[in-house]
Structure formats: C-alpha cells, structure tokens
C-alpha cells in the first residue's frame, strides 16, 4: 500500500456511500437529473454512446444524445434506453449551436467532447458552447482540444478529464513523476478555476484546493471507450447535483473498480462495454 500525505484524500469504498444516499418512496422521474451529451462524428459514434449507458448505470435518470446524424442515427439502434437527436452533416458546427444550447436548458449537466474530432469548426463550436452554458460540463476528449485554445471559458462546476497527453495540451506541462504530478494538477486546477481529473495508472484529482488520488483500475483498461465511460459517470453525477470534486472521485473509484471486476474475468478481453455492465456490482458493494 502507498504511503499517503498528510492532507491527501485516499478514495475508497467509502466514496460510495457518502454519493448514494438511499432514495425516498415517493422519489419521480428526474429527481436525479437529466444528462445532456454532446459528441460523434461520421467516423465516430461509440463515445457517446459509452458516455450515456455509464450515466444511466450510475444513477441519472435520462440522457439526450445530441451527434451528427449518422452518429445519432447509429447510437438509437444499440439501445431502446438512449435518447438520440441527429443534427445534420458529418460533424458537429456553428450551425448547431443554437440547438444544443436548447437542450442544455432543459439539463442538469452536460458532457462534451467524445469523437467530436478537432476540425476547426468542430473546435470554434465547443467554445461556443461552453461560453454559453451555465450547467456543470465534463471536458473530455476533442473538448479539451478546444479549451485549450481559450482557458478563460471554464469555470468552477467544470470538471475536465484529461490523460497525460491530453494534460501537456491543455497545461504545457509534462508530467513524468507521481508526486509531483499531485502538485502540479493542483496548481493547475485552481489556475483554471475547475476540477482536473487526470487518468492515468493511478488517477490524481483536484480542484485547486482539495487533492485525492483513486488506486482502482487496471493495465488492461487500455482499450478504446474507457475513458467515455469515466466522463459519463462524471456526468451522470454532476446531474444528480453532486459537487464537481467529489462527483470527479466517485467516478474516478466507480469506473476503475468496475475495470478490477472485469479485468479478474477477462483480462485482455476487456471491453468498455463490459465496464458498464459491471457498474451494478460496484454500486450495492457500498
């Protein structure tokens, strides 16, 4: 076991129960929130897809898919659970701003950014977006491309997931060692006034003031939509009403620990898929 801080936040189990709190009888459809997801293109349609089922398996109640129309068109057959609104063209643009940001009003959280790619006016529309909302966001993915380009359009209720690379796009910054990785994502996290969660073997998060490092996770969730199941679990949280930082750390534990479950079974057979389906077990060992 890793020799912990003083003053850093060792996530476990225990992040689970002070996240889930047992649901009132009288409890409706929406009472814990409607999930927002912006992404896809013509190549990609599976991030989104990924975002919305691990949102639904860690608590949100709905989420509307907003993609390119053969994206959304794709997504709608994998599942009677998935809203899907097709917008026109390969990629997401200016041109569809308006409508998202319809959307977004009627939301609690929003998710952004996976298999979005990084055309220019893919890139200029994220910004817009983001300007504009007022719901917390994930970052993830071709999002954080965007943001990259103007940090002054992030805020507090932003929860950002970068991988390294991703980190040396948006900070500048190289991160070579652990401990010092912990005080870098700080600094960095409280310079752009937003939740940092940066994946990795083990995850480092924070928010400028808080620092928690999360052990769950495996070599073997190195395969394509990992990470989309991460930002929708984030997502899903932020919707539900939970604070950026802590819904960051119970998603950091929920989707590493539902890799562990996998990984004991199928090891390099792993699928992101098969993290969604797993989530169930790591939510009632709680």
């Known amino acids: 076991m890793r020799k912990i801080e003083k003053g850093e936040i060792k996530i476990g189990r225990w992040i689970l129960r002070k996240i889930f709190k047992e649901r009132a009888n009288e409890a409706k459809k929406g009472d814990f929130g409607k999930l927002l997801v912006v992404g896809g293109s013509k190549l990609y349609h599976g991030s989104p897809a990924f975002n919305a089922l691990a949102a639904y398996r860690s608590g949100v109640d709905l989420v509307f898919i907003l993609a390119p129309e053969r994206a959304a068109n794709i997504i709608a057959s994998y599942s009677p659970d998935l809203i899907t609104y097709p917008l026109s063209g390969d990629l997401i643009t200016m041109e569809h701003v308006k409508t998202i940001l319809s959307f977004a009003e009627k939301s609690d959280a929003l998710v952004i950014g996976g298999g979005m790619g990084r055309e220019r006016e893919t890139l200029d529309a994220i910004k817009e977006i983001l300007i504009k909302?007022?719901?917390?966001?994930?970052?993830?993915?071709?999002?954080?491309?965007?943001?990259?380009?103007?940090?002054?359009?992030?805020?507090?209720?932003?929860?950002?997931?970068?991988?390294?690379?991703?980190?040396?796009?948006?900070?500048?910054i190289t991160i070579e060692d652990m401990e010092e990785a912990k005080i870098i994502v700080k600094k960095v996290a409280k310079k752009l006034n937003s939740t940092i969660l940066l994946k990795g073997p083990i995850d480092i998060i924070s928010d400028g003031y808080r620092v928690a490092i999360n052990e769950t996770?495996?070599?073997?969730?190195?395969?394509?939509?990992?990470?989309?199941t991460l930002a929708g679990i984030c997502g899903s949280l932020l919707a539900q009403g939970k604070d950026a930082f802590l819904a960051a750390c119970c998603a950091a534990y929920i989707n590493g620990k539902a890799g562990d479950i996998v990984a004991k079974k199928k090891r390099e057979a792993l699928l992101a898929s098969d993290i969604i389906d797993a989530i169930p077990e790591v939510l009632k060992n709680r």
């Open 133 to 172: 909302v007022t719901i917390p966001c994930v970052i993830d993915a071709d999002a954080i491309y965007a943001v990259a380009e103007n940090k002054e359009i992030l805020k507090k209720n932003f929860i950002l997931t970068p991988h390294r690379f991703e980190f040396k796009v948006l900070s500048g």
């Open 217 to 228: 996770g495996n070599p073997y969730m190195t395969k394509g939509g990992t990470g989309d």
